[in-house]
């Protein structure tokens, strides 16, 4: 049963069909101290964060096909206060919505200059700001719903154990009603957190040329009534 108070979907919403494979069988383990769990961290391996990470428009030898946007906001705690030196990652499908994935069923055509997928640290105020390429709404498999356009997120804190994983969404896509990944979430209200906001200010009224971008905003709170609700 899950808590009428929790924001997060339940482990096992059979409309969302991988919860049927992955949600967990048997109660939580309580792990004991000193486990990996508890290491410090993420490691990030050999591979340090850059500062042009976070532009999936730049990452090939030529720009990307479809509309240029750009996802920024703030990490926040339940009270407000930005979260510094939160890793975020973005993956997502291209302009044509195509993931660069195997696990893609290739329905639509690849990007050779869009890999899809970016990260950046969080500043000392919590800020963080992708520049990307807006993703298309994409077919799964046969018998399953088109899903609505959107990015996958992931935030690492400071612990192993501390990973958020979900995924934002656009204003007005009249694909989010039936789509049963957001259809998980218990409450209508927490899954509006999950929409970005369209940004008039950052976006401006005249082209800045080749370099123009729709703006998005969207903040993303850890903890409390009004924390981001995960999709696993
Ligand atoms: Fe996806």
Redesign the pocket.
Known sequence: MNNPLDVNPPYFHPAYAITRLRGPLEPPVVLPHGWFHEIAGPSFGHVTVKPSDNDLTIQHSGPPQGQRMVLSGRVLDSDGRGVPNTLIEIW??NSAGR?ADKADPNFMPMDPNFTGAGRCFTDEQGNYKFTTIRPAA?AGPKGTVY?PA?I?VSLFGRLLSERLIT?CYFPGDPLMKNDPIIGSIPNLKDRERLIVAYDEEATPLTSGGENSALSFRWDIVLRGSDSTPLLR
Do not use: E, L, N, T
């Open positions: 997502q499908a993931y994409y899903r959107h996958h995924q």
